[in-house]
């Protein structure tokens, strides 16, 4: 059974702080990486989706890399905002149809 | 703007009741999907459509049903709910994959129905 991790559970930080939380996942068989945050009342919404091995990508404060060898990605926010407060979740697609997710990071971003 | 809706935000059932869950995107996305969300537990998939009348099983497609008469709805079905079936429901919608799987690419997802079965 493939198993997404996410770690850590939930992060509390203050206003301005920095922030990285991490995915990781089997690396055999690898195609797609997707990362979603989902905040509260909304529906979860796609900030990245990642596939080569080295892809780094940026949306604003929010920035994502991927190592595809040793299994795992790292999701970043610089200058966390009380509005960057939601569930980030990994999902990893190996060489089928169907999209594995990671229980999430809750973040609480504090003013 | 793009968007997927689902019929309702909150639903309340008893046990045994036929219940549908509908879901519509108005982005002409050949992909759709139904996930549960349960607490301490990931998304996991129940089933997804690749096309009208397709339907493939995901992970936890045991006590569900679903149907895809057009391309812009994707219905599930619970035949016989059951308390265990009270979740978070989401339903997903992403274009087709060029290359390798099909669902390669961003899923857009709906507000969510909370059902709860009594």
Redesign the interface.
Same mark, same amino acid.
């Given at each position: 059974i493939l198993n997404?991790e996410q770690s850590p559970q939930s992060l509390h930080v203050q206003e301005g702080d920095s922030t990285n939380f991490t995915c990781s996942f089997p690396s055999s068989n690898f195609?797609?990486l997707?990362w979603?945050r989902w905040e509260t009342a909304?529906? %979860? @919404?796609?900030l990245f989706?990642m596939?080569l091995n080295g892809d780094e990508k940026k949306k604003g404060r929010i920035s994502a890399t991927l190592n595809t060898k040793e299994g795992y990605s790292y999701l970043y926010i610089k200058g966390s905002q009380p509005e960057d407060s939601a569930t980030y979740?990994c999902?990893l697609?190996? *060489?089928?149809?169907?999209?594995?997710?990671?229980?999430?990071t809750r973040l609480q971003v504090f003013p | 703007d793009v968007k997927?809706t689902q019929s309702s935000r909150y639903l309340v059932k008893r046990t045994g009741e036929k219940v549908f869950l509908e879901c519509v995107q108005d982005m002409d996305h050949e992909n759709m999907f139904w996930?549960r969300q349960d607490p301490?537990?990931?998304?996991?998939?129940i089933y997804?459509s690749?096309d009208v009348k397709m339907k @493939?099983k995901?992970?936890i497609p045991e006590g569900y049903s679903v149907s895809r008469e057009k391309k812009e709805r994707f219905s599930l079905i619970l035949e016989s709910a059951s308390t265990n079936q009270t979740s978070m429901y989401?339903c997903a919608s992403s274009s087709l994959g060029s290359a390798?799987?099909?669902?390669? *690419? @961003?899923?857009?997802?709906? %507000?969510?129905t909370r059902l709860t079965v009594l």
């Open positions: 997404v195609y797609a997707h979603y909304k529906s %979860p @919404e796609a989706v596939t979740l999902a697609l190996y *060489n089928t149809d169907k999209l594995i997710f990671g229980t999430g | 997927v996930y301490g537990l990931g998304l996991r998939l997804f690749y @493939e995901g992970d989401l390798g799987p099909r669902s390669a *690419n @961003e899923q857009f997802f709906g %507000p969510g």
